[in-house]
């Protein structure tokens, strides 16, 4: 091995240390910032040793594509508000599948132009044709996920009539143009005189050939680029039909065998389409899965595409990728109680409860109190539990929290953090506003530790949570979108507050019975201002 190849793979060896110690970090808040950075080093690593690659011939691309990308996406991400990181989410997992899928058919095409035919191995195809399909389907399955979560795209599952059937031949479809890509198309065998590998070699092809193809129905065009690939071997470019065939003489017979992108290209078209028939059934409250799901799928297509080029880091930082992606894929499911497949296939949350549904759980049950009500409820209180729901990102309360936790704990009254799974609107979402605030780890409490405890629990202060406290999650009624889905039992608590701005549903459009229960007091009014009141009225009584 030259010692340039050596450097490059002791470079690329430990950015991929650093991907796996950066991915090790960020499995805990603490370790989290640096493990962040560990993984950015190596992706800096790995990018300028990438550049120094001697086969890289134009840098203005490169720079090009480095300010517009590096621009738009960084903009993208400053301007983006927390909420709608999913989104963002979804946008990086598809443009990266796509770029995967493009890079590798660019690979093929330059490949099939003779440059480096050779190149063109089963490990090759097969991974051009993996690393293609994957990143077609994770693009355009992502697009549809940030229209619906973006809502320019009805959120409601999509439930087009014979969809499993349709999109099973979709993917038969795929694998066979794939295997066409793979083997390539044409191989033929004829015996052929000695002038004709005479000519061959003379970069000439001989009437004989051409008599041979065109008896096969095929016209190889006047100019062909014939160039030797070894011993009675060439490699015979048309470059008006877009196919390359490697010929080669055996004991005077000459064995053709073509090879096109067009079945790779049409394999791709295929895919996009799937992408799309694949997540338009999935409902608006299952998307953080489905975007968890696309991402592995965009790091499996960024590991196929280190297959097709043999570059290590790809393949470890794709590897990592796609585990992370599926282990996030799997969990959030488990908080869910769902299976994969049923998220994917069941269309759940294609029924949503009707106005006139609310009306007959909310009707005359309703309690509401005011800030000065409910802080002489947490002034009386030995132990309080503060459950945050998406609505405490929106109006970007979490330094109200931290004021009314510091005048809780002033009192002498026990402070912890319902965390669900998934709530908000990313997984991590309120783990992330709380750090944001310096509430101390140790007080968020994950689902399983937190609900033996309601109990105790003197009151509960549901934050701009709705989904993730709904009883009707408890219901194994197929047509409610949250059917199954494990829930913070606040209703189990002495007394629910509930702080939001309206009896309007969250996530998942339906009803919530608990702010109709008997325990339950509604704090109307934005999460921010409604904790900032309740602040000023304890500090009062
Ligand atoms: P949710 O069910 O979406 O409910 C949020 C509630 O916040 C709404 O009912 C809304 O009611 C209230 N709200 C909005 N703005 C507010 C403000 N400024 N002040 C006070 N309240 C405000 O939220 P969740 O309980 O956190 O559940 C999360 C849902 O999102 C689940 O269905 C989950 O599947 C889905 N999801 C999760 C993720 C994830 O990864 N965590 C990603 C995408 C989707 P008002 O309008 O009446 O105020």
Redesign the pocket.
């Known amino acids: 091995m030259p010692h340039e190849a050596a450097f490059l793979k002791l470079i690329y060896l430990a950015a991929a240390v650093l991907f796996i110690l950066g991915l090790k970090g960020l499995a805990h808040p603490r370790t989290a910032l640096r493990g962040n950075l560990l993984a950015a080093l190596g992706m800096l690593l790995a990018i300028v040793v990438t550049l120094t690659d001697h086969r890289i011939v134009d840098f203005r691309i490169i720079i090009a594509g480095f300010v517009v990308g590096g621009l738009s996406s960084a903009i993208l991400a400053y301007r983006a508000p927390m909420t709608a990181m999913?989104q963002v989410v979804a946008v990086f997992n598809g443009l990266g599948g796509g770029a995967s899928a493009l890079a590798v058919g660019a690979a093929f095409e330059e490949a099939l132009r003779g440059e480096w035919i050779e190149a063109i191995t089963i490990q090759f195809s097969a991974s051009a044709a993996a690393a293609a399909l994957v990143g077609a389907v994770a693009f355009t399955g992502s697009a549809v996920a940030f229209g619906k979560?973006q809502g320019v795209m009805q959120e409601k599952p999509v439930l087009l009539p014979g969809r499993h059937a349709v999109n099973v031949t979709l993917l038969v479809a795929c694998v066979v143009l794939s295997a066409w890509h793979v083997w390539g198309y044409t191989p033929f065998l004829f015996a052929a005189s000695p002038s004709a590998a005479e000519e061959l070699s003379r970069g000439v092809a001989a009437a004989e050939l051409r008599q041979e193809f065109h008896s096969r129905g095929i016209e190889l065009s006047p100019e062909l680029h014939i160039k030797p690939a070894g011993e009675n071997e060439w490699h015979i470019t048309d470059p008006t039909n877009k196919v390359t065939y490697e010929a080669r003489l055996q004991d005077g017979r000459l064995g053709i065998h073509g090879r096109s992108a067009l079945p790779f290209w049409i394999m791709v078209a295929v895919a996009l389409v799937l992408g799309v028939l694949l997540v338009i059934p999935i409902g608006g409250?299952d998307?953080?899965v489905v975007i968890s799901l696309l991402n592995a799928y965009s790091g499996i297509a960024a590991a196929g595409h280190g297959w097709v080029l043999n570059n290590s880091v790809l393949i470890v930082a794709g590897s990592l990728v796609g585990a992370a992606g599926f282990i996030l894929t799997a969990l959030m499911c488990k908080a869910m109680n769902r299976s994969l497949a049923n998220v994917a296939f069941a269309g759940v949350g294609a029924e949503v409860s009707t106005a006139t549904e609310s009306e007959d759980i909310y009707a005359g049950k309703v309690k509401s109190a005011s800030a000065e009500e409910v802080a002489l409820m947490l002034d009386g209180a030995r132990r309080v539990v503060i459950a945050p729901?998406?609505?405490l990102a929106?109006?970007r309360g979490q330094y109200a929290v931290q004021d009314l936790t510091k005048a809780l704990e002033a009192k002498g009254v026990e402070v912890e953090f319902a965390i669900h799974p998934?709530?908000?609107?990313?997984?991590g979402?309120m783990n992330v506003l709380l750090a944001e605030v310096n509430i101390p780890y140790e007080k968020l409490k994950t689902m399983e530790e937190i609900n033996p405890t309601f109990r105790q629990t003197d009151v509960v202060l549901v934050v701009?949570?709705?989904?993730?406290?709904n009883p009707m999650a408890r219901n194994a009624d197929p047509s409610i979108p949250?059917a199954g889905m494990p829930i913070l039992d606040v209703d189990q608590a002495r007394s629910v507050v509930v702080?939001?701005?309206?009896?309007?549903?969250?996530?998942?459009g339906i009803a919530n019975p608990l702010f109709a229960a008997d325990n339950t007091l509604m704090l109307f009014g934005?999460?921010k201002k409604a904790l900032t009141d309740l602040v000023v009225a304890l500090k009062e009584t």
Request: aromatic share 6%.
């Open positions: 999913p979560l409250a998307m953080p729901g998406y609505g929106v109006s998934v709530a908000g609107r990313m997984p979402h701009g949570a709705n989904d993730v406290v949250i702080i939001k701005r309206s009896l309007s549903p969250g996530f998942a934005d999460a």
